[in-house]
């Protein structure tokens, strides 16, 4: 079985990451290539890089930050934003994308999907969903991050993944930026739907809502304003997985491993003497 | 020794960005050809691949490089390794999307993995592998190492040939080995520090080898 993956979100407008709420405030970060770089030497499992403003400008990826932020990751990069032809797809994938994400050409050019599908294989094409609640267990297609449409959320799961999706990644517009958790009766229901991996996006606050979609049968856990917080960010989510049973793999020099980590992702009872101790600990670069 | 040369065989099938970035980590030369030349001039090859089986097939007839690889590969016993789809091209045949008849340079046949309860398709993510037997490939590797997984197909071939497997609702081949064919399911480019590992675990290989390629 696959071990649980946290994914990296890393939201976009153009080359500046940033911090989403409600898919309408944001807040900047810094450059994507240093989000990617940071990313990747925090252990996380995959990136997936959006540019959110590429349809809405009505301009294609910006492939030379592709390629830059390709050279730093060594864990495979998904990218989206503005993909709704083959051509673009392909000319991502040469820019070192190993996967892209369509979300948009969805519903507006279905038909890219399955054609990216039979060019470049479905393990390479992600459909990203984006939901909004409309009523108990009635969910809704977002389109373009801000306009509700009348297409339900299952019913369109379904039929990506049956014409060519190889993953979905599903937003709750109502969750994200909020810290209060997966919507998981969203998350479930498509999950049941489909017989492809259903990556979870939007709401994660504290380490326990990691642990709370692995629990509800989800290994394929997103987030983005999460790990913005703290350069350890990664690796406590991960430890704090671990010690509930989850099966997470660990790869930074750094691990906490003897150390216990709380629901929010922190120390818990941080031992005076060991920080002092570590603040001089040298921890010897593994050359490969 | 001099460093080795590394060719990437480019067949248009592959993220061949992310297996030269993985490269270049490890300061490793190499280039990204097709050409016969090129070929010619490595001292090992990587067979990368993304994409469907017999699009992969295609594109090698209609680069004419199968002959290239073959005269290197099988008549002159150049180190290779197969990732993901390239492993795969190895086989005889696959049944992805068809049938098709593979490079044929081990026994075997590539098979749909099939979805389960709790086992969806593509297999996709990080996942343990089980060693079989040793291989100067997992040097510096623990026991079960995770890789980066993605793929709807899996190889069928003798045991004998297995040096790793991985579950997925079932036990499958993650890796394989026959004299100088190196085979991996999973994507070393994409496996972080273990893939990078076996990366040079690869290349160091193919130095000590380099100008002496009668080995068992």
């Given amino acids: 079985m696959p071990e649980c993956r946290l994914i990296g979100a890393v939201v976009a407008k153009g080359n500046w990451a940033v911090q989403s709420h409600g898919f309408s405030r944001y ?7 240093v989000v990617v770089d940071y990313l990747n030497r925090w252990g996380i499992d995959e990136i997936a890089l959006i540019d959110i403003d590429a349809t809405r400008e009505r301009r294609l990826p910006l492939f030379d930050d592709i390629t830059r932020c390709a050279s730093k990751c060594l864990v495979p990069l998904a990218v989206g934003g503005g993909i709704n032809s083959l ?14 994400i369509v979300n948009s050409a969805a519903l507006s050019n279905p038909a890219v999907i399955t054609e990216g599908a039979r060019n470049f294989g479905d393990q390479c094409i992600i459909v990203s969903i984006d ?9 809704r297609v977002v389109r373009g991050g801000v306009t509700p449409t009348d297409t339900e ?3 369109h799961a379904r039929r990506v993944a049956e014409i060519g999706a190889g993953e979905i990644l599903l937003n709750s517009v109502d969750r994200d930026g909020t810290r209060q958790g997966y919507d998981l009766g969203l998350l479930n229901a498509v999950a049941a739907a489909v017989k492809i991996p259903v990556i979870a996006c939007g ?3 504290t380490a326990r809502h990691f642990l709370e979609g692995y629990e509800a049968g989800l290994t394929s856990l997103a987030a983005a304003n999460y790990f913005n917080h703290c350069e350890h960010s990664v690796v406590l989510a991960k430890r ?3 010690e509930h049973g989850a099966d997470v793999r660990v790869d930074t020099p750094f691990t906490y491993a003897d150390l216990d980590v709380n629901d929010r992702g922190r120390l818990a009872g941080p031992n005076e003497q060991l920080l002092e101790h570590l603040r001089f600990q040298y921890i010897e670069e593994e050359v490969i | 020794m001099r460093p080795v040369t590394i060719t990437i065989i480019d067949y248009g099938m592959g993220n061949l960005v992310s297996v030269s970035n993985a490269l270049s980590a490890l300061h490793v030369p190499h280039s990204i050809s097709n050409r016969a030349a090129d070929i010619d001039a490595a001292d090992a090859l990587i067979l990368p691949g993304v994409g469907a089986f017999g699009a992969a097939m295609e594109n090698l007839r209609r680069l004419q490089v199968i002959d290239t690889l073959r005269r290197n590969v099988v008549d002159k016993g150049k180190p290779v390794l197969g990732i993901c789809l390239g492993m795969q091209l190895f086989a005889e045949t696959s049944e992805e999307k068809g049938h098709f008849e593979g490079l044929g340079w081990i026994r075997g046949n590539v098979r749909a993995l099939r979805p389960g309860p709790t086992v969806r398709i593509p297999h996709v993510g990080w996942t343990e592998i089980v060693r079989q037997r040793g291989d100067c490939l997992y040097g510096r590797l623990g026991e079960h190492p995770s890789f980066y997984f993605d793929h709807s197909f899996h190889l069928e071939c003798p045991l004998d040939l297995v040096t790793a497997k991985f579950c997925h609702g079932g036990e ?3 890796a394989i080995r026959k004299d100088n064919l190196f085979g991996v399911q999973f994507h070393p480019e994409k496996s972080h520090r273990n893939g990078l590992k076996l990366l040079r675990n690869f290349v160091n290989q193919a130095t000590a080898l380099q100008g002496n390629l009668q080995h068992a």
């Fill in chain 1, 131 to 139: 939901a909004v609640k409309v009523g108990p267990g009635v969910y």
């Fill in chain 1, 203 to 205: 709401g994660v606050g």
């Fill in chain 1, 240 to 242: 704090f997985l671990q």
């Fill in chain 1, 27 to 33: 807040l900047p970060i810094g450059r994507t290539t």
């Fill in chain 1, 87 to 100: 051509g673009t797809m392909e000319r991502l994938l040469r820019s070192g994308a190993d996967k892209v």
């Fill in chain 2, 172 to 174: 499958f081949v993650a």
């Fill in chain 1, 153 to 155: 959320v299952v019913e």
